[in-house]
């Protein structure tokens, strides 16, 4: 009884190692089935809210979203708070009224209530970017592996950068030559600020011409 305890506390507090040249997922889970009370599967989970809930098999999936805080409440019985400084969606300081957020036995605070709902909604990479700041995220919107849209909480970290991907099946194919699709999401993220940026200034009216450059009245043209 001893030893399962200590290995739930382990899995608890435990962040994945720093990467450098390996390709991993980081995972934050809980050590039991809430549902079951038996060992998980990293494999098998259910996001929600409150992040993943890892599961010991797919029938387990309906009992959690029936009773969603009594079953993240057993999943993590022993949140661990986090005296962050910096906001972990915006990376900004934190106000003094900063709302709390709790994710997969971890509690922090935001920037703000829309922070939250971010937080929420990108549980993987809230975490990553809270528990490992050294990681860099990419934020590319478009898988460097399948050149599809990438899909929530889908990513992976290669040399301290987080790399969003449209499955989980493709972290198998960028394991087969990682610079070069860590270079592709580079690409593909800075192509998008491009296009980002070029339809923010197709919205932003040109600013008018300081008064000692227009013209006076009557000046001829």
Known sequence: MFCASLLSLLLLVQAPPPADNTVIVPQWSNSTC????????????????????YICCKVCVKDIHDDLDAAYGSAYPAPAVIDNKLCPVTGRELPKDAPKVSLQGREFRVFDKAAAQKASEDAQVTLARLLEPNWQLIDNKTCPVSGEAVAANTILVYKSKIVRLSTPKAVDEFRKDPDKLLAKAEAIRAKELEEERRKQGEKTPPAPAPKDKQPREGAAS
Do not use: A
């Not at 809430?34 to 809930?53: A, C, E, N, W």
């Open 34 to 53: 809430p549902v079951m009370g038996k060992p998980i599967s990293l494999r098998l989970f259910t996001d929600t809210k409150y992040g993943r809930i």
